[in-house]
């Protein structure tokens, strides 16, 4: 979760959602997400909402966290009502949710099937850093339910990984993959960054082969964004380290999706690649296609029927208005149609499905024929069917794209 809420309006004491948000429930998918905001160690380009144990001080402590989250998925149940609302995906994210014990993550799995139900073949995904875990830890894990994993490997380069201020020893990453495959996890993911300050591109090639020999259902592959107030943006500012590249995060952009294409990855989102269309991460693609989710933990944002709100974002804070019997929401937009048109067309358009041609206004389709003569989009797609598909050049130019496509 990003470390700065946007801006909105406060969130009532109670959570509750407005009955318009209220009638969209059931109409597409639902999930849960938990943020866990604990960390060893804070990585230099980090700007989600986490904390070391230096940064919490007293009062708080890992031991109870299931317990507060429990609690919001029992507020969660009170303000959606009574609708048959079957949990889909369940998508665990930190921070590094691997730092609380198994059994605790299991007993929140267990409450959310006990509060709201796990729908058949429900989706159940944990992140993990690759020295938060061994093969006894991902054995109760798999027992407690958990389905799929995603290992933060970023690179496996020891410098690259130093630059991230990432502390695991990239050797570890094909051991717990293969501990991970020994427990009976369904699908294992790897999460990686391009762009960080002084990857060359061999070392992105690199770290690309060592993803792959771990034979990986699904792979993330992210350029660095420097944000603003972290260690890594400070040390750009000062000069010490150059900013990215775009021209560089591009090229490696495209070897990416030619390594990951040639050992049968398909890319079905811009950063996002996956052996087959069971593997693709079912919980990111609700968030990509409008679905509705409730976020649980400090910081977590949630969405129901257009209305978007986030918690508190200290884990002191957040239990304490849960043990109180108030809502943890700080904050919520109720988003309008137009600005639920744009983050359609944004989100959607990343995807490898595209726009659907009922999506885009008539001033907007107008503007289709030009981009697919500019090569972004695909003309078979856009003639056949009139749906907006990328092609590669315009997966590098997404942002361009969207903007076009708006006006």
């Given at each position: 979760?990003?470390?700065?809420?946007?801006?909105?309006?406060?969130?009532?004491?109670?959570?509750?959602?407005?009955?318009?948000?209220?009638?969209?429930?059931?109409?597409?998918?639902?999930?849960?997400?938990?943020?866990?905001?604990?960390?060893?160690?804070?990585?230099?380009?980090?700007?989600?909402?986490?904390?070391?144990?230096?940064?919490?001080?007293?009062?708080?402590?890992?031991?109870?966290?299931?317990?507060?989250?429990?609690?919001?998925?029992?507020?969660?149940?009170?303000?959606?009502?009574?609708?048959?609302?079957?949990?889909?995906?369940?998508?665990?994210?930190?921070?590094?949710?691997?730092?609380?014990?198994?059994?605790?993550?299991?007993?929140?799995?267990?409450?959310?099937?006990?509060?709201?139900?796990?729908?058949?073949?429900?989706?159940?995904?944990?992140?993990?850093?690759?020295?938060?875990?061994?093969?006894?830890?991902?054995?109760?894990?798999?027992?407690?339910?958990?389905?799929?994993?995603?290992?933060?490997?970023?690179?496996?380069?020891?410098?690259?990984?130093?630059?991230?201020?990432?502390?695991?020893?990239?050797?570890?990453?094909?051991?717990?993959?293969?501990?991970?495959?020994?427990?009976?996890?369904?699908?294992?993911?790897?999460?990686?960054?391009?762009?960080?300050?002084?990857?060359?591109?061999?070392?992105?090639?690199?770290?690309?082969?060592?993803?792959?020999?771990?034979?990986?259902?699904?792979?993330?592959?992210?350029?660095?964004?420097?944000?603003e107030g972290t260690a890594l943006g400070r040390r750009v500012d000062r000069g010490e380290v150059p900013a990215?590249?775009?021209?560089?995060?591009?090229?490696?952009?495209?070897?990416?999706?030619?390594?990951?294409?040639?050992?049968?990855?398909?890319?079905?989102?811009?950063?996002?690649?996956?052996?087959?269309?069971?593997?693709?991460?079912?919980?990111?693609?609700?968030?990509?296609?409008?679905?509705?989710?409730?976020?649980?933990?400090?910081?977590?944002?949630?969405?129901?029927?257009?209305?978007?709100?986030?918690?508190?974002?200290?884990?002191?804070?957040?239990?304490?208005?849960?043990?109180?019997?108030?809502?943890?929401?700080?904050?919520?937009?109720?988003?309008?149609?137009?600005?639920?048109?744009?983050?359609?067309?944004?989100?959607?358009?990343?995807?490898?499905?595209?726009?659907?041609?009922?999506?885009?206004?008539?001033?907007?389709?107008?503007?289709?024929?030009?981009?697919?003569?500019?090569?972004?989009?695909?003309?078979?797609?856009?003639r056949a069917s009139g749906r907006v598909r990328l092609t590669?050049?315009?997966?590098?130019?997404?942002?361009?794209?969207?903007?076009?496509?708006?006006?």
């Open positions: 979760m990003p470390s700065a809420p946007p801006a909105g309006e406060p969130a009532p004491e109670d959570g509750a959602l407005p009955g318009a948000a209220l009638e969209e429930l059931g109409a597409t998918s639902f999930g849960i997400y938990l943020h866990v905001p604990f960390c060893t160690v804070r990585c230099g380009y980090c700007d989600f909402n986490t904390y070391t144990a230096e940064e919490l001080g007293n009062g708080v402590s890992r031991a109870t966290y299931a317990d507060s989250a429990i609690a919001e998925l029992r507020l969660a149940r009170e303000v959606l009502g009574e609708v048959d609302l079957p949990v889909e995906t369940v998508f665990v994210g930190g921070g590094t949710p691997t730092l609380l014990a198994p059994e605790d993550l299991g007993a929140v799995l267990r409450a959310v099937d006990d509060t709201f139900g796990l729908a058949p073949g429900a989706e159940v995904t944990t992140e993990a850093n690759p020295d938060s875990v061994d093969a006894a830890s991902l054995a109760r894990l798999r027992e407690a339910g958990y389905d799929r994993i995603s290992f933060g490997m970023q690179s496996a380069v020891p410098h690259v990984l130093a630059t991230l201020d990432r502390t695991h020893d990239p050797d570890r990453v094909p051991d717990v993959v293969a501990a991970a495959r020994s427990a009976g996890f369904d699908q294992v993911s790897l999460d990686l960054i391009h762009g960080t300050p002084g990857e060359s591109l061999a070392d992105w090639s690199r770290s690309l082969e060592a993803a792959l020999a771990c034979e990986p259902d699904h792979v993330s592959a992210y350029s660095l964004i420097v944000e990215p590249d775009e021209d560089d995060q591009a090229d490696k952009y495209l070897l990416a999706d030619e390594a990951l294409s040639a050992a049968g990855l398909e890319w079905y989102e811009v950063s996002n690649w996956a052996r087959d269309e069971d593997a693709r991460c079912r919980h990111n693609l609700a968030y990509w296609t409008g679905g509705h989710w409730w976020g649980i933990g400090p910081g977590a944002h949630s969405h129901v029927g257009g209305v978007r709100w986030w918690n508190v974002k200290h884990p002191a804070a957040y239990a304490g208005r849960l043990a109180a019997g108030r809502s943890p929401a700080l904050g919520r937009e109720v988003l309008d149609a137009p600005t639920r048109h744009v983050e359609r067309v944004l989100l959607e358009v990343r995807l490898r499905d595209g726009l659907p041609p009922d999506v885009l206004t008539a001033t907007e389709r107008a503007v289709v024929p030009e981009l697919v003569q500019r090569g972004l989009v695909e003309p078979e797609a856009w590669r050049d315009g997966r590098l130019l997404a942002d361009l794209v969207v903007r076009e496509l708006l006006g």
